[in-house]
């Protein structure tokens, strides 16, 4: 059984920048994919972001391309998220996921159903 722990989330105003974690325990999550979901009031959780098990490939949703920047470090079995340029509509709780499914061209990493373990979540609040 694998916990994940995330950490990083705050009160930032439009524009400013947060940098998300999310630590594993419990077993190495090194060969697992990794994703950032995030569930704003009243919504559906949706994928932010997600990455390969060795970290070479990464997906990201439109509304956050060029802004987000999702990495990992297996040795140290974390995950981030660098989130820069941050509006009000990114507002929302996020959650870490991790999967042992394969990667298949992000297919799967898309489907939240195939992640078997999950964070407690961090929210992350900006302001106008």
Do not use: H
């Amino acid at each position: 059984q694998v916990q994940l722990v995330e950490s990083g989330g705050g009160l930032v105003q439009a524009g400013g920048s947060l940098r998300l974690s999310c630590a594993a325990s419990g077993r190495t999550g090194s060969s697992a994919v990794m994703g950032w979901f995030r569930q704003g009031p009243g919504k559906e959780r949706e994928l932010v972001s997600a990455t390969s098990r060795s970290g070479a490939i990464t997906y990201y949703a439109d509304s956050v391309k060029g802004r987000f920047t999702i990495s990992r470090d297996n040795a140290k079995n974390t995950v981030y998220l660098q989130m820069n340029s941050l509006r009000p509509e990114d507002t929302a709780v996020y959650y870490c996921a991790a999967g042992a499914m394969s990667w298949q061209g992000g297919l799967l990493a898309r489907m939240r159903d195939e992640y078997d373990y999950w964070g407690q979540g961090t929210q992350v609040t900006v302001s106008s």
